[in-house]
């Protein structure tokens, strides 16, 4: 069993506290240990008591980096709309500023990180629903398991205030010796059932998109991506971690997620990468233009064929690529992309995929790329601006975090974003899914409606736990 000895953090927590006088303001003191290799569902399942409502889950399509984190010890969040990418990464790193950090991993995503997210659209009228996200909402947790490569780190982070003492370290201590031990003992609970769906205004969803429809076939806008909700009410309160577990078994090639803001819990698994970036190269995906999973691999093969060819579907993915790349191009010394779009196949449903992969400048940072891509004509439309009023005016749906990036920032400025489709915001005993698709001028109501029929399914299938 691994524990942690209390010497070395009361020495660097005292230097930290000390420092913190002398500045006049709160230092960070951040230490990084290598670990056995520990399974992250279980991590975040134990903070179940202690921590409930203040952790996040994210993983990677590949299990390059699993991260896990317990506790808040410092939250960036604002409801500021003008340069709220900008105010996150300013605020990171005046926070960073002078702190103590002990970390002799070069590991990326090891030491201090930041996780979270934006809002799809600040300008949209808030209703109640997302009411426990703000437009930008970051946590530095106290307590941050890293799994890079399949080698467990574990952070604490810690925020000494002048006035604080040796015992603070001690219980800090004696809570992360605490939790490691835990680690051992799996709580039993049961799976909530599911007792009531109902589909928010299907019709008038319908109506909308021939609407759009119209306009696009007479007007400057090219695409616009229109979202709905599904609201499923459970027998009992639902708990985060089944839910997650069955994300994590049924969709393992895509990113996992779980983000809690209290006491509500936004969760998913998207297939969609935004950025990532390490050091100087950057990746980026373009995913849109869908079709179903076949019953028989041939039916499945014959689908994926269909896709790759049909116009409706790639003038849908060929606008993001379009975009994407155009985006990129002022940040990028290079870019490189395929010039035809190949098949990603998840188990509910197939889409056209375009990898991006990039070299950027040395002064571009990845939130400066977020901005520069959110929303992708995958997730808005094209024009971008133009797109996004659109939906702001038809849309009934308040779209919160959804279809919006969520992801980590470590402190050497590298992390990654993922677009939270194929989530739901988890209420007490209700959740509600969403999923949009893009509506193009050859576009059909009924299919479109089917189509997001589909994307609600990796989120039913993890909540019925099939
Ligand atoms: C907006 C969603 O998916 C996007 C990503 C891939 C394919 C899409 C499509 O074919 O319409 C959408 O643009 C969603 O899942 O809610
Ligand atoms: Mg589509």
Redesign the pocket.
Same mark, same amino acid.
């Not at 995913?287 to 869908?290: F, P, R």
């Given at each position: 069993m691994f524990t942690i000895q209390e010497t070395e953090i009361k020495e660097r927590g005292i230097t930290a506290v000390k420092k913190a006088e002398r500045l006049g303001r709160p230092i960070l003191l951040s230490e990084v240990y290598k670990l056995d290799l520990i399974d992250p569902l279980s991590f975040f399942n134990l903070g179940t008591e202690r921590f409930l409502g203040e952790r996040f889950f994210w993983k990677d399509p590949k299990d390059e980096t699993v991260l896990v984190g317990l506790g808040i010890s410092q939250q960036i969040q604002s409801d500021q709309a003008t340069d709220r990418f900008f105010r996150v990464e300013k605020e990171w790193e005046i926070f960073l500023k002078d702190s103590l950090i002990f970390n002799s991993y070069l590991e990326i995503g090891t030491g201090p990180v930041i996780f979270g997210g934006f809002s799809f659209d600040p300008y949209k009228e808030k209703t109640e629903l997302w009411s426990k996200y703000p437009d930008s909402l970051f946590y530095l947790p106290k307590y941050l398991l890293s799994i890079i490569n399949e080698e467990a780190y574990l952070t604490t982070n810690i925020v000494c205030m002048p006035q604080d003492d040796e015992s603070l370290f001690e219980k800090v201590n004696d809570e992360r010796n605490e939790l490691l031990q835990s680690l051992y003992k799996s709580p039993q609970t049961k799976q909530a059932a599911l007792t009531k769906t109902e589909e928010i205004l299907p019709e008038q969803w319908k109506r909308s998109v021939d609407e759009v429809v119209k306009e696009l076939m007479n007007g400057q806008l090219k695409k616009v991506?229109l979202?709905r909700e599904l609201r499923l009410t459970f027998n009992q309160q639902l708990e985060a971690e089944h839910v997650l577990e069955n994300l994590n078994k049924q969709q393992h090639e895509s990113f996992i997620f779980a983000f809690e803001s209290n006491g509500d819990c936004f969760l998913g698994a998207t297939p @969609?990468r935004l950025v990532k970036k390490q050091e100087d190269e950057i990746f980026s995906t373009c !995913? $849109? &233009?869908?079709i179903s999973r076949g019953k028989t691999a041939e039916e499945d093969r014959l689908l994926g064929e269909t896709l790759l060819h049909d116009q409706k579907?790639l003038i @849908?993915h060929r606008y993001v690529v379009e975009m994407i790349k155009d985006a990129l191009e002022g940040s990028c010394e290079e870019i490189i992309l395929p010039d035809q779009p190949q098949l990603m196949k998840n188990r509910d449903i197939q889409?056209l995929y375009t990898p991006v992969i990039g070299k950027v400048r040395r002064e571009t940072s990845l939130l400066l790329l977020v901005e520069k891509l959110h929303p992708t004509p $995958? !997730?808005g439309g094209l024009p971008k601006r133009e797109a996004v009023e659109k939906i702001r005016q038809v849309e009934v749906l308040d779209r919160g975090f959804? $279809?919006a990036p969520l992801g980590w920032i470590d402190y050497r400025g590298n992390g990654e974003f993922a677009v939270s489709?194929?989530s739901g915001l988890i209420q007490g005993n209700e959740v509600s899914l969403? $999923? &949009?698709? &893009?509506v193009v001028a050859d576009s059909d109501s009924e299919s479109e409606y089917l189509?997001?029929g589909l994307?609600f399914r990796p989120m039913l299938r993890a909540l019925r736990g099939e």
């Open positions: 991506v979202a @969609e !995913l $849109a &233009g869908s579907n @849908e889409h $995958a !997730l959804y $279809a489709i194929r969403f $999923a &949009g698709c &893009g189509e997001t994307k």
